[in-house]
């Protein structure tokens, strides 16, 4: 059987969103690994939106909490509000209640992505506080350290992400994901889905 691989996320202007679809793209090129994109809910009304200048929300699923038993391994991405996950993936998250008194996640790996409109303004702080969510479920989290390599270590551009895990600076909005930060996505999906596959085999 396959080894699943659910990256699930918030993206309220796409910069989550393109970050996610590059973690599919680096989980589904390990052998053996089927990768899904799912979206949670949306929790704001459309005229608050449309006064945000939010674009319409993409035609990737919407994930109901009971269908995060179905898969092995995790890959959670949002964006930050105060160096914190933004409220509708922590609505997410507090619809769980079932999940975690069963215990149904327990031992799964999960790994974080997210974006952040400044250098400073949550690239370690966001997932940090998220760690605490998966805690509570018995999950396992799966930082990416320094795998990536010399990407790492890059100064010559801007660039977000940290060992916690794959990351953007959206700006004004303006900026999207560099290459750089697609690559290091990318890695993070694919290592993420390596882990999640011999876990599943030496279960």
Known sequence: MATKVYIV??????????LAEAIKKGASSVEGVEAKMWQVAETLPQEVLSKMSAPPKSDVPIISPHQLSEADGFVFGFPTRFGMMAAQFKAFLDATGGQWRTQQLAGKPAGIFYSTGSQGGGQETTPLTAITQLVHHGMIFVPIGYTFGAGMFEMEQVKGGSPYGAGTFAGDGSRQPSELELEQAFHQGKYIATIAKKLKGAA
């Open 9 to 18: 996320y918030y993206s309220m202007y796409g910069h989550v969103e393109k």
